[in-house]
């Protein structure tokens, strides 16, 4: 229920002016905004004393969730940079296909949301939103490097024959050598790489073909159970998370069995007025007992692509 303010209360806060100066560094035009009231500037403002909180908790066991869409624009090498930051990451398929074309030289090229689709077709060019990728430079280099991998890891000596996902991708993490992969730096920083989707995409698609003619087997709930232990052995956890989907449901999923995320932050474009997830604000997963009542949360509606590199750089998370 609403906590009842007086008026008072409610009138405390004022909205000030910001102040802009040449030479302005991020932080200070951040911390110029920490009153400004501008609709989603305020939530963003709000996101980074949030996410500051939570990473100077070292009680805080924190997640990072993201979908797959952010990986194919520039903001790859950046959220690769910033896994030292967290302990675990929850994602989806798309992510590991992205990064791995990217990582052995796939050319992903800004392109347009208006374009001829039919066009592109034609050419053999795909379209993400406005990220242009030619189909040679997604599909085949995905499935030539994953087989270049699994190879290499199938003939080592520690070879397992049964992996879980996270347990696969640090193995992928070990084997590769670009430090903007977020694979590999998950793998540097030993952070905990959660794909519970990872058959939803080419690296998925490889997996089954790989397993057809090798002694493979994939052992989904080995990482649910891990997930389970995190919840249960952690006083406390955080939570950034952009875009909806699985990687945002499972986070917040895990979370619920030690009563609710304890610092929460939601970045995301959909409308909650369907009713499905992705919309969801966090004050929603409040009543699923998924955050807590008191936790320190917020939701930012606005584009992932603006609002981390501002968020991230006024954290100085690079």
Known sequence: MEKKYSKKEL????????????????????????????????????GIKILER???DSESYNFFSFTANIISTGLRGMIASSMKYFDAVMTTCGTLDHDLARAYGGK???GSFEADDNRLFEMDIYRLG????????????????????MSDLYKSKDYKKEYSPSELLYEFGKRMKDNNSIIRQ?????????????????????????SQDHDFKLNLLRDELMLSDIAFENKKTGALMVG?????HHTIWWNQFKGGLDYAVYITTASQYDGGLSGARLTEAVSWGKVKEKARY???DGDATIILPLMFSALDMF
């Open 298 to 300: 917020v939701t930012i």
């Open 244 to 248: 909806g989907g699985i990687s945002k």
């Open 54 to 56: 939570m990473k100077n």
């Open 130 to 149: 406005n990220i242009f990728i030619e189909s040679k430079e997604y599909g085949l280099t995905v499935e030539k490097y994953f087989r270049e991998i």
């Open 186 to 210: 998950a793998y540097l920083n030993n952070v905990k790489l959660f794909c519970p989707g990872i058959v939803d995409g080419a690296f998925g698609t490889q997996l089954a073909i790989f």
């Open 108 to 110: 992903y090229s800004v």
């Open 11 to 46: 009138l405390s806060r004022g909205v000030k002016e910001i102040e802009l100066k040449k030479g302005m560094r991020v932080r200070e035009l951040i911390d110029a905004m920490n009153d400004v009231g501008g609709f989603s500037a305020q939530h963003m403002v709000d």
